[in-house]
C-alpha cells in the first residue's frame, strides 16, 4: 500500500507561483507513474500533469509552459511547480501514482471526465488564486 500526502497549498493572487509537493511511503516511487489532478466540487476531475518512470511528461493544454511536474526519487516526494498562476487554476490539487506506465498517457487520467480512481490517491491540498 503506498501512502501520498501533499502539501504546498495556499492562497495566492493572480500572476504567483506556489509549489505543491506530494510525499509518498510505502512503495518506492521510481516505477510508477505519477500525477497531479485537480478539481472544483461538483466539476469534473481535470489531468493536470504526468509523468512515467522514464521522465516522460505529459500537461493538459491549459497549464502547458506554466507548470512543470517533478520527481525527486532520492526523497520519494513528486512536486508540480505552479508559474503565473490564474483564477481558473483555482482547486484542489491531488496526486496519484500508478504501476502502470500506461496510465500516464491513457484514457484512465486523461479522458475527460474520468472518474477512474485506480492506484493510490492523495486527499487533496488546496490552491486558491485570488485576482
Known amino acids: 500500500q503506498m501512502q501520498l500526502e501533499e502539501s504546498g497549498g495556499g492562497s495566492v493572487q493572480a500572476g504567483g507561483s506556489l509549489t505543491l509537493a506530494c510525499k509518498t511511503s510505502?512503495?518506492?516511487?521510481?516505477?510508477?507513474?505519477m500525477g497531479w489532478f485537480r478539481q472544483i466540487p461538483g466539476k469534473e476531475r481535470e489531468a493536470v500533469a504526468t509523468?512515467?518512470?522514464?521522465?516522460?511528461?505529459r500537461y493538459a493544454g491549459s497549464v502547458q509552459g506554466r507548470f512543470t511536474i517533478s520527481k525527486d526519487n532520492a526523497k520519494d516526494t513528486l512536486y508540480l511547480q505552479m508559474k503565473n498562476l490564474t483564477v481558473d487554476d483555482t482547486a484542489i490539487y491531488t496526486c496519484?501514482?500508478?504501476?502502470?506506465?500506461?496510465?500516464?498517457?491513457?484514457?484512465?487520467?486523461?479522458?475527460?471526465?474520468?472518474?477512474?480512481?485506480?492506484?493510490?490517491w492523495g486527499q487533496g491540498t488546496q490552491v486558491t488564486v485570488s485576482s
Open positions: 510505502g512503495y518506492h516511487f521510481t516505477d510508477y507513474c
Open positions: 496519484a501514482a500508478h504501476s502502470s506506465t500506461k496510465t500516464c498517457t491513457g484514457p484512465q487520467w486523461w479522458a475527460p471526465g474520468s472518474t477512474d480512481r485506480s492506484g493510490y
Open positions: 509523468v512515467d518512470r522514464g521522465q516522460n511528461r
